[in-house]
């Protein structure tokens, strides 16, 4: 089977096989249980995740509280940047949310690969704008919509959500309580 990020990056430029052997031996792809913390707060965050399969659930605990401010699903990167940039202590915690596939990327590793193939940086990079991008967009989604707006959108554009994640953890997601979940299902499915 190929490598993930070799498929990837082969869709984008031709790759010869040093550069594809340098990438699988850079980037392992790994399997983890349900349950399996990546990162715990108060951890530096030393890789980044590519999921090939499975699900991530990214949270903080606020006052005690888990506040679930991601889900990471196949062909989505979980990355830490603020812990790995500054090489902090980290404020969430990374757990599957099932078994999980996942390539990882660590950064001592990633920029031994740049070093040796320097025009990889500039397809990362591109790839991390991308990113960044979509989580500005979402950020900004979550202020301006309302919950049920927000619900939703969630339904039309990450469908598969609902039914692999426990209803408290989408509540959390969308900013509410997991009453006020209830409440909005059973309004949309009258309507």
Do not use: W
């Not at 005690?64 to 699903?73: I, L, Q, R, S």
């Not at 202020?143 to 927000?150: A, G, H, N, T, Y």
């Amino acid at each position: 089977m190929t490598h993930i990020l070799i498929k990837l990056l082969s869709e984008l430029t031709p790759l010869s096989e040093k550069e594809k052997f340098d990438i699988e031996s850079s980037f392992p792809i790994e399997s983890f249980e349900k349950g399996t913390f990546l990162l715990r707060e108060g951890q530096v965050a030393r890789n980044a995740y590519y999921i090939i399969s499975g699900c991530v659930r990214e949270y903080e605990i606020n006052d005690g509280e888990e506040k679930t401010t991601a889900f990471y699903t196949e062909n989505q990167s979980a990355v830490n940047f603020n812990s790995i940039a500054k090489q902090a202590p980290s404020e969430v915690n990374y757990i599957c949310m099932e078994k999980t596939t996942l390539a990882i990327l660590n950064t001592e590793k990633e920029n031994k690969l740049y070093e040796k193939h320097p025009r990889f940086e500039t397809f990362c990079r591109s790839g991390m704008e991308q990113m960044m991008g979509s989580q500005q967009e979402e950020l900004i989604q979550t202020i301006v919509l309302k919950p049920e707006q927000r619900y939703k959108k969630l339904q039309q554009e990450r469908p598969d959500l609902l039914n692999r994640v426990p209803q408290h953890q989408i509540a959390s997601y969308l900013g509410i309580k997991p009453e006020s979940l209830s409440r909005i299902r059973k309004r949309i499915t009258k309507s």
